[in-house]
C-alpha cells in the first residue's frame, strides 16, 4: 500500500471512532433511550474503509460492545419498557453481529479458495506469469517462469524484471518505455502479442511471445505478462518453412512446367520452367484463364471450347487426362507441341481444383521425325548411295543449306575427303580440304563442335566456309568400333542455328547410323584385300610349290650334269679341242643351277643364312653398284634413318631384293627420272593390309623404294609378283625378279607392298621385323690346301641313280670305301649286313618309302657311331618339323660340285676322329 492509501486509511478509521464515541455518550446522557441503540450500527456501514487496513472485524466487534453496555447501563430516568426495548435491541444486535461474523468467515473462506485456485491456474499454467510494479520489480512469478527462464520464485520476486530477462541490448528501451507509460500513459507494447527474445538465468537467448496488461490498483499500476517459450514452435515453423521451401525449389527446379488452377481455371501457381515455356513471368499469370490463355486453339487453328477441354473436366469433375500430342500457346501466339497430364486437387472429399504438368515435345517429335527420314531414305541404300541419301536427309531434318560427310585421307587426320555433299537443291562433287584453321579441327578435340553464328569471323582463313556463304556450323565426329576417329559429319547453314539441344542430338543419330556404314565398307574392303591377299597367296603358293618341285629334279639333274662336267675337266688335257666344249657344257650348267636358284628363291625353299644386318649399311654398299646400274638419266636419292634398327636376314638375299626392285624401276623409267630409298622405324599397333600383303602387329624396319616411271594399272598390279609375268618385251626380262623379291621378303618373315597409278610411278614397301637377338651368325671359313682324301666307308643313299653313281664315284676317286642304295629300306639293310662300321651316311632328304632323317635316325639303332650328311635339292619343310636326334646334321644343296663333297665329308669324318 502506497503512503497517501495508509494515511487516508487512518483518517477514516479516526472518524468512525470518533461518531461511534459520541452516539454512545449522547445515548447514555440524554433521555433518547435505547432507541437510539440502532445508531451504533451505523459505524458498520463504513467498514469497507477499513478493509485495506483488514479491521472490518475489529469494528463490527466494538459496536457491538456498545449497544450491549448500552442495554446493561439504561440512563437514568428510564422506563421499564424503555429499559426491556433496549435489551430486546441488544440482544437483535448481538445476534446480527454473530451473523455477521458468520458470513465474514464464510467470504474469507470463499476468498481462500479462489485464491488458492487462482494460484494453482497461475502455477499450471503453461505460459510463464510475471507480475511487476511501477519500479520493475517482480512481485509474483509462476512455476512455469521457474521452468522457463530458470529461476525460482524465490530468486526471482524482487528482482528487476530488466535484469532478469531481458537481453542486455534491449534493456535500455524496457526502462524508457515505462517510464513513457507512467508520465504519459502511453505504451506500443501492451495488450497486443509481440515476439520477442528472451533471456535465460545461463545467459542463452530464447524467442518467446509476449503479451502484457496493465492493471490500477488505487493510485499505482500493476504489470501481468504471460510469457511461452516459441522455440519448439519456431523450430516447427523453420522445418514447415524448409519442406514448403524444399518443395517449392523443386517445382522451380524441374525441366517440365506444372501449374496450379482452382475451381474456375484461374492460375494459383506456375514454376519457372512452365512460365518460361509459355513466355509469361509467373506474377503475369497469377490470377488469370489458363484455357483462355495457352489452351484457346486448336492445332489446326479452330478454337478449342473450354467444354472439351480435358484439364477443365480435371479441375471440375475430378477426371484425370494425360495427353500425349496437343499444342499450347506461348504468350507471343506462337504454339508448340505439348505433352501434359492433369490431375484433380481433392481435400475431404472436395474438389478445390487441378494441377497440370506439361512439357515442350517439339525436339522429341522433330527427332521422331527426323529418324522416320533417316529409315526412309537409307533403309534400302547402301554404300555411296546411302551417304548421298543421308546427307540430304539430314539437311532436311535440321533445316540447313548444307551438309556433308566425310573421311580422313591419312592417319595424322590433317585432311578431309568428302563422301558425300547436300548444298540444299544438289549434290557437289567430293573434295579434299584441309581442317587446319577450320570448324572441323575442333571436331578432333570433342565429339561435337557447334558455331550458331558468326562462322566465318572466327576462321577468316577457312576458304570452304567463305566460299559456300554460311554462318553457322554444327559437326560430329564418327567414331569406329574401338573409338577411333574415321571421319566426321557436318551441316552448315547460310543462316544462324537455333542454339538448343535438337539439332545437335539429331546429328548424333545420323553420324552413329553414317559411322556404322562408313565402318562396314571398311570391313569389306579389307575383307576384299584379305581374300585377294589369300588368292594371290594360295596361286603364289601352288606356283612356288610347282616350282620347287621342278628345281629339285632340276638340281638332282644339274648335279650330275655339272659334276661329270668337272671331272671331264680335270680329265681333259686344257689343249685338247674337247676341254673347250665340256667347258661350255659346265658354265651352261652353271647358269641352270642359277636360274634353278631363283626359282627357290621365289619358292621360298631357298636356304638361307640369316644374321644381323644394319639395313642402311647395304643401301649405303649397294649405292654406287646401283648408280652405275640405273645410269646418268636416272638420279638416285637415298633418305635413311639415322635411328634404323637392324634387321635379321640373309645378306645376299636382301642385296638381290634391292638389287631386283632398282632393275624394274630402271626400265620402268626409260627417259630417265628419280629412284628414292627411304628407310625408318615402323610401328604397328594394328594390322595393316597392303595391296598384295597383311602385316601384322609389331615393329619393323620399312626399306621403300619410289620410282617416276609410268607406273602400272590395276590388272598389271594384281600380276606383278607372279613367277614369268612381265611387260617387257620379248626376251628383255624372265619375270622372276619381282616373283624372287617376294619370295625373300616372304621367308625373312617380312612383308611387301606395291602401290602404284598409271603416270604417277610406282613404290614398294618392304616391312623387315626388327631384330631383337643382335648376336651375328658367322660361317666357319674352308681351309685352302690340297685335294681331301680318306678311307672311311660310306653309305651313300639316293633314289636317282645318276646323282648315287656320281657321288659313289667321286668318293671311291678320294679313296673312300662306298656302299650305295637307291632307298632307305635297301640302306636299312646292307646296314644289317655290314659287319664292320659304317662311318657316314651321305642321303638325300626326300626319297620314296622313307625320308632321310628317318633313315639316319633307324640306322642309328644298329650303328650309333655314324655320322650323317645330308643332300637336298630345297630345303624340305620334314627336315625341320619332325624331331629326331639327326635333326642338326649337315646339309648340302644339290648342285654340289665333286671337290666341295669330298671337302665336306672329309672335314666331318676328320672332326670325330
Not at 809 to 830: F, P
Request: glycine share 8%.
Amino acid at each position: 500500500m502506497s503512503p497517501v492509501a495508509r494515511k487516508r486509511n487512518t483518517v477514516a478509521l479516526t472518524a468512525i471512532l470518533l461518531v461511534t464515541a459520541g452516539i454512545f455518550l449522547l445515548d447514555l446522557l440524554t433521555p433518547l433511550g435505547m432507541a437510539a441503540g440502532s445508531l451504533y450500527m451505523i459505524p458498520l456501514l463504513f467498514t469497507p474503509w477499513a478493509v485495506p487496513l483488514r479491521l472490518p472485524a475489529v469494528l463490527g466487534a466494538f459496536s457491538t460492545l456498545l449497544i450491549v453496555l448500552g442495554a446493561l447501563f439504561s440512563p437514568p430516568g428510564a422506563s421499564p419498557d424503555m429499559v426491556l426495548f433496549n435489551r430486546t435491541v441488544a440482544i437483535i444486535a448481538l445476534w446480527v453481529a454473530v451473523w455477521m461474523l458468520t458470513m465474514k468467515n464464510r467470504a474469507v473462506q470463499h476468498l481462500h479458495q479462489a485464491q488458492t485456485r487462482l494460484t494453482g491456474i497461475l502455477d499450471n499454467a503453461l505460459d510463464a506469469v510475471i507480475e511487476m510494479d511501477e519500479a520493475g520489480r517482480i512481485t509474483d512469478w509462476n512455476q512455469r517462469a521457474e521452468v522457463i527462464f530458470g529461476w525460482t520464485a524465490h530468486e526471482a520476486i524482487g528482482r528487476k524484471i530488466d535484469e532478469t530477462i531481458i537481453p542486455v541490448e534491449y534493456r535500455e528501451a524496457h526502462r524508457q518505455g515505462l517510464r513513457r507509460f507512467l508520465a504519459t500513459g502511453e505504451s506500443r507494447v501492451f495488450d497486443r502479442r509481440l515476439e520477442l527474445t528472451a533471456l535465460r538465468r545461463d545467459g542463452r537467448l530464447f524467442p518467446v511471445e509476449l503479451s502484457i496488461l496493465p492493471v490500477k490498483i488505487g493510485a499505482e499500476y500493476r504489470f501481468s505478462a504471460f510469457v511461452s517459450d516459441t522455440t519448439l514452435r519456431k523450430q516447427a515453423e523453420e522445418e514447415r518453412r524448409k519442406v514448403l521451401q524444399d518443395r517449392l525449389l523443386l517445382l522451380e527446379s524441374t525441366g517440365e512446367g506444372i501449374f496450379g488452377i482452382d475451381r474456375q481455371g484461374r492460375c494459383t501457381f506456375i514454376n519457372r520452367a512452365g512460365a518460361a515455356m509459355l513466355g509469361y513471368s509467373a506474377d503475369d499469370m497469377l490470377g488469370r484463364d489458363m484455357h483462355e490463355l495457352i489452351h484457346h486453339t486448336r492445332r489446326d487453328g479452330s478454337p478449342y471450347p473450354i467444354a472439351d477441354c480435358p484439364i477443365a473436366h480435371a479441375r471440375q469433375n475430378g477426371e484425370k487426362c494425360r495427353l500425349t500430342d496437343e499444342v499450347l500457346w506461348r504468350r507471343d501466339r506462337t504454339s508448340f507441341s505439348a505433352e501434359f497430364t492433369a490431375h484433380p486437387v481433392i481435400e475431404h472429399g472436395r474438389i478445390l481444383g487441378a494441377v497440370v504438368t506439361f512439357a515442350d515435345i517439339t525436339a522429341r517429335k522433330r527427332s521422331e521425325q527426323a529418324f522416320h527420314s533417316l529409315v526412309e531414305g537409307t533403309a534400302a541404300a547402301v554404300g555411296h548411295e546411302f551417304f548421298h541419301s543421308l546427307v540430304q536427309h539430314l539437311a532436311a531434318a535440321l533445316e540447313v543449306r548444307y551438309a556433308l560427310l566425310g573421311e580422313f585421307t591419312d592417319d595424322a587426320k590433317t585432311r578431309v575427303r568428302t563422301l558425300a555433299v547436300w548444298d540444299g537443291a544438289r549434290f557437289l562433287d567430293n573434295f579434299e580440304y584441309p581442317i587446319a584453321d577450320a570448324p572441323c579441327e575442333g571436331v578432333l578435340d570433342a565429339s561435337q563442335w557447334f558455331y550458331p553464328r558468326d562462322i566465318r569471323a572466327r576462321f577468316p582463313r577457312a576458304r570452304l566456309l567463305a566460299d559456300l556463304g554460311v554462318e553457322s556450323y554444327l559437326g560430329t565426329r564418327l567414331t569406329g568400333p574401338t573409338g577411333q576417329t574415321i571421319g566426321l559429319l557436318a551441316v552448315l547453314h547460310t543462316a544462324p542455328m537455333p542454339e538448343d539441344n535438337i539439332a545437335p542430338a539429331l546429328l548424333k543419330v545420323f553420324a552413329a547410323r553414317a559411322a556404322a556404314e562408313l565402318e562396314r565398307l571398311r570391313m569389306e574392303d579389307a575383307l576384299r584385300r584379305s581374300e585377294d591377299h589369300l588368292r594371290q597367296a594360295q596361286k603364289m603358293e601352288a606356283v612356288g610349290r610347282l616350282a620347287g618341285g621342278i628345281a629339285h629334279d632340276f638340281n638332282n639333274l644339274l648335279m650330275v650334269l655339272n659334276g661329270y662336267g668337272e671331272v671331264l675337266l680335270d680329265k681333259l688335257d686344257p689343249a685338247s679341242p674337247l676341254h673347250h666344249y665340256a667347258l661350255e657344257i659346265t658354265k651352261a650348267g652353271e647358269r641352270a643351277a642359277s636360274l634353278t636358284e631363283q626359282l627357290l628363291a621365289f619358292s621360298r625353299r631357298q636356304t638361307a643364312h640369316p644374321q644381323v644386318l644394319d639395313l642402311n649399311g647395304r643401301v649405303t654398299a649397294m649405292r654406287d653398284m646401283l648408280a652405275r646400274l640405273l645410269g646418268e638419266r636416272i638420279e638416285l636419292v637415298a633418305t635413311l634413318a639415322p635411328d634404323l634398327a637392324h634387321i635379321r636376314a640373309d645378306r645376299g638375299q636382301i642385296e638381290q631384293v634391292i638389287m631386283n626392285l632398282a632393275i624394274n624401276a630402271r626400265d620402268a623409267m626409260p627417259q630417265g627420272g628419280r629412284l628414292t630409298i627411304t628407310t625408318a622405324n615402323t610401328s604397328l599397333a594394328k594390322p595393316y593390309s597392303g595391296s598384295h600383303s597383311l602385316v601384322q602387329p609389331g615393329a619393323y624396319a620399312t626399306l621403300t623404294v619410289h620410282d617416276t616411271g609410268h607406273g602400272m594399272d590395276a590388272e598389271t598390279l594384281s600380276h606383278v609378283f607372279e613367277p614369268f609375268f612381265t611387260t617387257k618385251a620379248q626376251g628383255k626380262g624372265t619375270g622372276l625378279g619381282l616373283a624372287i623379291a617376294y619370295g625373300i621378303v616372304e621367308q625373312s618373315g617380312g612383308h611387301i607392298d606395291v602401290r602404284s597409278t598409271t603416270g604417277e610411278g610406282t613404290t614398294f614397301s618392304i616391312y623387315l621385323p626388327q631384330a631383337t637377338d643382335m648376336t651375328e651368325a658367322r660361317s666357319k671359313p674352308q681351309a685352302a690346301g690340297e685335294p681331301a682324301r680318306g678311307t672311311e666307308t660310306i653309305l651313300v643313299v639316293d633314289d636317282m641313280d645318276a646323282v648315287r653313281l656320281l657321288t659313289r664315284k667321286c668318293l671311291e676317286d678320294a679313296g673312300y670305301q662306298v656302299m650305295e642304295a637307291s632307298h632307305g629300306t635297301e640302306a636299312l639293310t646292307l646296314g644289317k649286313r655290314h659287319p664292320g662300321p659304317i662311318h657316314l651316311l651321305l642321303t638325300d632328304v626326300v626319297m620314296p618309302q622313307m625320308n632321310g632323317p628317318e633313315l639316319a635316325d633307324s640306322l642309328a639303332h644298329t650303328h650309333p657311331e655314324t655320322k650323317v650328311l645330308f643332300m637336298t635339292g630345297y630345303t624340305d619343310d620334314v627336315l625341320f618339323q619332325q624331331e629326331g636326334p639327326t635333326r642338326k646334321a649337315p646339309l648340302l644343296h644339290k648342285p654340289v660340285s665333286p671337290a666341295t663333297l669330298i671337302r665336306t665329308v672329309h672335314d666331318l669324318l676328320a672332326a670325330s676322329r
